[in-house]
């Protein structure tokens, strides 16, 4: 039972434009979010994260946001830059005594085109 | 060092082995996770620490797969009669632990094959 979700295996997009990377969740516990991004023989690096008591964090290229509704959020990036090129993972934890552990999705291989 | 490091980097074995794996996290860090990612797969939580407690061993696939932590730092996990479906990248990933909403920070894996 995949509690996180991400649907898309691989995207492909031109440098400058934006890029858009989905994530479904199903644990309604959850109530903090991550994406990672991760290089070929490197372990993941954190990129930006959200609380669910918000909608939207910005970080530079980087926006995440989130419809708790719908139990969906997504990452832009603006604008896509071939550097952006791995594979990109949607993470989600709820508080379960302080745990925190992280839920991860299955990732979306992400590649910018110069 | 600045970052969580992992040893071996890679490790290859034959089944039926013992394995060892390290975990060095970012000084200062209370809590420790290890990860595994099996190929095509998302990372599967195996195991956390606070401290020097295992409070949550819930991810770990069977019993012969155990850690442990001393000194509030370094952390192996064990891997005895290793098996081919064992074969996967094993991170370990740690946090400032206290607060709520700290991410976690990796390290690079260490990838193990069975043979």
């Known amino acids: 039972d995949q509690q996180v979700k991400q649907n898309s295996p691989s995207l492909s997009v031109q440098e400058g434009r934006i890029s858009i990377l989905n994530c479904d969740y199903t644990?309604?516990?959850?109530?903090?979010f991550l994406w990672y991004k991760k290089y070929p023989a490197e372990g993941p690096t954190f990129l930006i994260s959200i609380s669910s008591i918000k909608d939207k964090n910005e970080d530079g290229r980087f926006t995440v946001f989130l419809n708790k509704s719908a139990k969906h959020l997504s990452l832009h990036i603006v604008p896509s830059q071939p550097g952006d090129s791995a594979v990109y993972f949607c993470a989600a934890s709820a508080w379960d005594t302080g745990r925190r552990a992280l839920t991860f999705g299955s990732g979306t291989r992400l590649q910018v085109q110069p | 060092g600045a970052g969580v490091s992992q040893s071996p980097s890679n490790k290859v074995t034959e089944k039926g082995k013992d394995v060892e794996l390290r975990c060095d996290p970012i000084?200062?860090?209370?809590?420790l996770y290890w990860y595994r990612q099996s190929l095509g797969q998302g990372l599967e939580f195996l195991i956390y620490?606070?401290?020097?407690?295992?409070?949550?061993k819930s991810g770990l696939p069977s019993d012969r797969f155990s850690a442990e932590r001393t000194g509030g730092s370094v952390s192996t996990l064990t891997i005895q009669r290793t098996q081919q479906e064992d074969s996967a990248v094993y991170l370990c990933?740690?946090?400032?632990?206290?607060?709520?909403?700290?991410?976690?920070?990796f390290g690079p894996g260490t990838r193990l094959t069975v043979l």
């Open positions: 644990n309604s516990m959850f109530d903090y």
């Open positions: 990933a740690s946090r400032k632990g206290g607060g709520d909403h700290n991410e976690q920070f």
């Open positions: 000084s200062g860090h209370t809590a």
């Open positions: 620490f606070q401290g020097n407690s295992a409070p949550d």
